[in-house]
């Protein structure tokens, strides 16, 4: 059984699908850059990034939701910035009391955390879009055209290749230990918790000893086919006309849309 929890390619025939994915990778970046770029409680500029993401969904033919409702996870992960509402100078809007400490939440600080948690929305939201609409083979020889470091992007090519390979072997210890625990009716298999403690333990170790085996099988089967530090592909990635203006009209849309944030 493979597991592909972790792929969030889909296949549509659109035109953002058929972009170059030097483009998406490039586009990305800057959309990331320029959102972190904005002044605190500039809402119009937000307000034009974030429709600028909801065409990319239309074109992408994803629809204008679906960044949308799968960025929402991401949100608690920004609510470690939640210090800036007390520690930015400004007006006082609200003090209470936590255990010893008298906290203040200024609206500096409230207007910092507010900016600091939809740039991180509308990041998260690009993000998403860029690994829906490119396969991740071909965002590796992204990185490479884009002169990554090979190294880097083996690394990080093996690390998302052999999650699906470490899960799908997790799930076979998995069920061989279900399929040696018996039960009777109405019990959960097994022992109690030291037991299921040892048995935890037993197959973080196999899972290690068999990782390290294979690792250094695939290592010396990659030697004998001539691996050579680089990752081939079939797709030539050769950038069109379309490519190129794409990429100078999302640049300039972005440029503007900084512009504005800053009057």
Same mark, same amino acid.
């Given at each position: 059984m493979h597991f592909d929890a972790f792929d969030r390619y889909h296949e549509k025939e659109s035109f953002v699908h058929h972009l170059d994915p030097r483009v998406k990778v490039v586009v990305t970046i800057v959309f990331i850059v320029s959102n972190a770029l904005l002044p605190d409680g500039a809402w119009f500029a937000f307000i034009l990034a974030l429709l600028f993401l909801l065409a990319a969904n239309v074109f992408s033919k994803l629809g204008i939701g679906y960044t949308l409702k799968r960025s929402i996870i991401a949100l608690p992960f920004a609510l470690i910035a939640i210090t800036v509402l007390f520690s930015i100078p400004g007006k006082a809007l609200f003090t209470f009391q936590l255990f010893t400490w008298n906290l203040t939440i200024t609206d500096m600080g409230f207007l910092r955390f507010v900016s600091i948690l939809i740039r991180s929305w509308l990041?998260?939201?690009?993000?998403?879009?860029?690994?829906? $609409?490119?396969? !991740?083979?071909? @965002?590796?020889?992204? !990185?490479?055209?884009?002169?990554?470091?090979?190294? @880097? $992007? $083996?690394?990080?090519a093996f690390l998302y290749r052999y999650l699906f390979v470490l899960t799908d072997e997790v799930l076979r210890l998995l069920r061989a230990r279900e399929s040696r625990s018996a039960a009777s009716a109405g019990n959960r298999s097994g022992g109690g918790v030291l037991w299921r403690a040892k048995v935890a333990g037993n197959m973080a170790g196999q899972l290690f000893l068999r990782s390290y085996e294979r690792s250094d099988r695939i290592y010396n089967a990659m030697l004998s086919r001539g691996y050579t530090g680089h990752l081939y592909t079939l797709n030539p990635h050769e950038m069109k006309s379309r490519d190129y203006f794409v990429t100078a009209f999302a640049i300039a849309i972005l440029f503007i849309v900084q512009m504005i944030g800053r009057l």
């Open positions: 990041s998260v939201q690009m993000a998403i879009l860029l690994v829906a $609409t490119t396969r !991740f083979h071909d @965002l590796i020889h992204a !990185f490479e055209h884009l002169r990554v470091p090979a190294i @880097l $992007t $083996t690394i990080i």
